[in-house]
């Protein structure tokens, strides 16, 4: 039964079963999640998950009402768990619940027991969130070497090309074989640098990532080269991909290490896109001596 001296208006009643609902279908995530574990991390998950039934519970007692979890959603999250990982998903996860919270906060907080449901979910969830486990995040710092010195060496490298070459082809060609030679040479620099360091990170996986990260930032900046004959909208097409690939792994990062998103996209991009820019007038200036002595 609701409050007795407690009566929800419409907009009250609304907010409430929003939150309900979201409650709910993040007690099916935690839950699935938490099956795809082992040890602490699936303990965790488990805590997570009841705690999310308790509150969506505590929501029911006053809309009076049962509320299904969002089918998609649940898809969703799976889907971004496979590809991003746990620490991603629950963060993201939590930063979407906090920004509905906001919005319904002036309706919520006047409900008895609400203010304790919100910090709870403020502060303890967050706190478990912090425990998990997950191997790939300790070789975040060997991913944004390979991504960064990638982005930043392979855009230069493709701008001067397409102005010195003028040829599709022949700039994708260079491309690969550069990108490979380079990618190789960072995951072996990797390697020798984290085993002279001792860190608590394996040499060997560290320089693994380094170098897929390379590898997968290479294919996407060269593959426009070999599907389109003008090497200039090509190349805009690479930087294109280029921005792609600074705003997914930038959105990344700030979730997972819950940091501002733009200073680290602006510096991304001013970084890469400074070099290829002094490239560009490299290669042209290379293009027109190459031309004069022709």
């Not at 550069?178 to 560290?206: F, H, N, R, V, W």
């Not at 320089?207 to 805009?236: E, K, N, Q, R, W």
Request: negative net charge; glycine residues 4%; without cysteine.
């Amino acid at each position: 039964m609701r409050d007795a001296d407690f009566k929800l208006d419409d907009a009250m009643l609304q907010a409430i079963l929003k939150t309900q609902r979201t409650e709910t279908t993040e007690h099916v995530i935690y839950g699935k999640l938490a099956k795809r574990h082992k040890d602490k991390n699936a303990e965790i998950l488990e805590r997570i998950s009841q705690d999310e039934a308790r509150h969506a519970s505590i929501w029911k007692k006053y809309t009076q009402r049962e509320v299904k979890p969002s089918r998609l959603l649940v898809v969703i999250y799976t889907l971004i768990y496979m590809l991003f990982g746990i620490t991603f998903t629950l963060k993201l996860m939590e930063t979407n619940e906090d920004k509905a919270q906001r919005k319904y906060r002036h309706w919520l907080t006047s409900l008895p027991e609400a203010q304790k449901v919100l910090e709870e979910e403020e502060e303890h969830e967050q706190a478990l969130i912090d425990l998990i486990d997950e191997e790939r995040l300790k070789y975040t710092s060997s991913i944004v070497l390979g991504l960064n010195d990638a982005l930043v060496e392979l855009t230069g490298t493709l701008a001067g090309l397409t102005f010195a070459l003028a040829n599709s082809r022949l700039v994708g060609l260079a491309g690969l074989i550069t990108g490979i030679a380079a990618s190789l040479s960072m995951a072996a620099s990797e390697y020798l640098s984290q085993k002279s360091e001792g860190s608590d990170t394996q040499p060997l996986k560290a320089s693994m990532y380094t170098g897929i990260a390379y590898v997968i930032t290479v294919a996407m900046l060269i593959f426009p080269f070999f599907f389109v004959h003008s090497p200039y909208i090509a190349l805009i097409w690479s930087m294109s991909n280029a921005l792609l690939i600074i705003a997914i792994f930038t959105f990344f990062v700030s979730i997972v290490r819950s940091t501002d998103f733009k200073p680290m996209f602006s510096e991304m991009v001013t970084v890469s896109f400074g070099v290829a820019t002094i490239s560009f007038i490299i290669g042209s200036l290379a293009n027109k001596l190459l031309g004069m002595s022709s």
